[in-house]
């Protein structure tokens, strides 16, 4: 897979972990060279559109920051279901036909799994998918993945714990194809079974040779994970609401069940958190989900500059 040129709609599309290698290398090398002022304007002329019709701090901001680090620059809408021509009745391909006009990239976020694969079929550039749905979301993937290399030196043979609510959380669906590309993984999908991942995603999975265990209870995978990914139950997604608030403070990490955990383990949620971890974990120096969202800075501009440039 080359991604100069190419649309990022699915984890799955990533097959070669030497591509992987080689934009963590460039995500490397683009946070010292950041840290060193000693970026170079490789995207300078080159334009970034964010069509966002989900709310959004971290993707948002961090690809905008990314276009703009590199010298390149953005167009954006603070809520494209609202402030677009979407409200006229727009379909997203006709807004995305218009706007490859303009834009030398799109990243879009829609409520609707699919959007950005039909998006990217209208569009005349590349367009990123930065979450459709209970979809996927695949530059989160990416940037997790950089976060357990960075973290643990690689990431075969990791013993990866998934909590919370699999059936929603995209960027768990994304995660989990790009570890099935890995050796020796084994992972734990912790979440009530009314939240369990759904079988396509299970299924491929299993199909890579991945160890999986499925369990309902925190204490069950504390003492065994070197990475516990934590995720946020997807309110946004429950059409009862009641049903909702059975499940929302199902896994909560505190300071007494860290003390179980591995030494060497790293914690990690996508954010935003609402209760799954406790303020008072944030001080542990396990807990990588700060330094995560960090990381998608630099993977995004090594995404965006491999993407525009070669
Ligand atoms: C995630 C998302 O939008 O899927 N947020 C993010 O991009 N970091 C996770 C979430 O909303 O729970």
Redesign the pocket.
Known sequence: MQLHKSHIISASQFTDTNVLSSLFALAKEMEEKDLARTLAPSLQGKLLAMLFY??????RFSFEAAMKKLGGDTLTTENASEFSSAVKGETLEDSIRVIGNYADVIVL?HPEKGASERAAQASPVPLIN??DGAGE?PT?ALLDLYTIEKARGNIDGAHIALLG?LRH???VHSLLSLLALYKNITCYLVSPETLALPEEYLARLSASGAQVHIAHDINEVLQVADVLYM??I?KERFADKEAYERVKDCYVLTKERTLDMKPEAIIMH????NNEIAPEVDSDIRAHYFTQ?KN?LYLRMALLQKILIA
């Open positions: 989900e709310p959004s701090t971290r993707t976020r930065a979450g979301h989160q609510d959380g995209r960027t995720t946020r997807q996508p954010l935003p958190r969202a998608g």
